[in-house]
């Protein structure tokens, strides 16, 4: 049935953007296009080229709208199938617009990476679609369990993370110790770069060398304490200084001024500026993962998903494990994997293998078991034969005035009405306390710290609101 389907993915932030044009492009013989719609977090010209590399989707079929012009674009075009790919807020936002077309399409949603710990908001937002993506055996689990927890019986269905499939270099026997002078005689040397002047003053970098790179994959909300991401900056100015013949490559999600998926408080570019001195084989990326990981002997994460992007490659990776393992931190993925290390072996280049058996329940299965697709053709097949009951989203608690803050909070500036308007002044004071009071509960409470299960039931200790 692919043959014809006219399928719309509808995106903002950087990493779904990635993420959706990549699972679209997985996909043989359909009609795919990508809608960004205009809101504070949706990616720029350079993150959007960067986020498509790869991914297999024409940049011809790529729209930018404004959040109005987006349910007349789509009614104009019915599609068989949307793909909705943003944070939940921003799903449920869109979820409204399909709900108002007269020509009701197939709805599906997930998220663009390792989904472990289950995190109850996730869910709750997403609980009107008709299927959510899931990329594991484990989150299969863990996104039942957590539906049965909170009365959200959404469909699932499994896919092979689409940036993350199996290359060549996937499971190599040697366990590669990367920056040695062994493994730099291998593989021809140290690395040769085309520097740059980046932000601070330290080097940005396009690379032209050979597998010798170890690849820093920053994150916004992991480690969340200033002191811990200092750390995290030291440690690579000692590895960096430890052999001045491998790169030490801190990969970056977004420019000076632009907007990524989560907010970040204290970059790395701001934590290496202030150094007085910083290697010159210490060097910051804004390229692709891929073309990052093209020159990587190995890659350093706490949580990352670039982890399963690097080990589908056949890179060594390190979890950092220096700040502990927990929900918290977004590592408990890693538990059983082989992975986990402390900063001395990032330094040292102890980097891993994963354990066979770990990798088919977290991300390696057989490609085989990947059905989503099948399902998706499923779906569009009961609802041209009137058999698909649509899921709506649910009315807003406090009507028409709560539905407008939600929706301003979103677009943020782009929302140009009056009720949007009012409902921010209005609803700001009312969700500071309640903010306010989720602050002052203990992140170490409830189901954050249960290690006995892959999700959580309270709100995530992130503070990352989706208003910038």
Do not use: C
């Amino acid at each position: 049935m692919s043959t014809g389907l006219r399928v719309v993915a509808i995106a903002d932030a950087d990493s779904f953007v990635k993420w959706s044009a990549s699972l679209l492009g997985s996909v043989p013989g359909i009609r795919p296009h990508l809608l960004l719609v205009k809101t504070p977090l949706t990616a720029s010209a350079a993150q959007e080229r960067t986020a498509l590399a790869g991914a297999g989707l024409d940049p011809a079929a790529v729209s930018r709208i404004m959040f109005g012009e987006t349910g007349p674009w789509l009614e104009a075009q019915r599609p068989d199938v949307v793909l909705l790919a943003g944070r939940g807020p921003f799903v449920r936002l869109m979820g409204r617009v399909i709900d108002a077309l007269t020509h009701r399409p197939v709805t599906v949603a997930g998220l663009p990476g390792m989904a472990i710990p289950a995190q109850r908001g996730a869910l709750d937002y997403r609980r009107h679609v008709d299927l959510l993506v899931v990329h594991s055996h484990r989150e299969e689990r863990a996104f039942a369990d957590l539906g049965r927890r909170i009365g959200a019986q959404v469909p699932t269905a499994l896919a092979t993370l689409p940036f993350a499939r199996t290359k060549a270099r996937m499971l190599s026997p040697e366990l590669v110790r990367a920056g040695t002078a062994s493994s730099a005689t291998r593989r021809g040397g140290a690395a040769e770069t085309e520097q740059n002047p980046g932000p601070d003053g330290i080097r940005s970098s396009m690379s032209k060398a050979p597998a010798t790179d170890i690849v820093f994959a920053a994150q916004a909300l992991v480690p969340m304490d200033r002191e811990d991401r200092a750390e995290i900056a030291a440690t690579l100015v000692r590895a960096a200084e430890a052999d001045p013949r491998r790169r030490i490559v801190v990969k970056l999600r977004s420019r000076p001024g632009e907007a990524e998926t989560h907010l970040e408080r204290d970059a790395y570019t701001e934590l290496l500026g202030r150094r007085v001195r910083v290697p010159e084989n210490l060097v910051f990326s804004y390229e692709s993962m891929s073309q990052a990981l093209s020159t990587a002997a190995g890659l350093v994460t706490v949580s990352s998903t670039a982890a399963i992007e690097a080990l589908a490659q056949g890179i060594p990776v390190i979890a950092l494990d220096s700040f502990g393992v927990s929900k918290s931190l977004l590592n408990t993925v890693f538990v059983g994997s082989g992975l986990l290390g402390g900063r001395s072996e990032v330094i040292a280049g102890r980097f891993r293998h994963p354990h066979p058996d770990w990798l088919r329940d977290n991300y390696f299965h057989p490609e085989s078991e990947s059905t989503w697709w099948d399902r998706v053709e499923a779906l569009v097949a009961l609802r041209r034969s009137g058999s698909l009951p649509a899921r709506r989203v649910s009315a807003p608690r406090g009507g028409a005035l709560h539905e407008a803050w939600h929706r301003a909070s979103v677009l943020g500036r782009d929302d140009r009405t009056l009720s949007g308007r009012i409902a921010l002044v209005a609803g700001e004071p009312a969700v500071g306390m309640l903010s306010a009071l989720k602050r002052r509960r203990s992140p170490d409470l409830g189901t954050w710290v249960d290690a006995s299960t892959d999700i959580t039931l309270e709100p995530n200790p992130f503070h990352d609101s989706i208003r910038r």
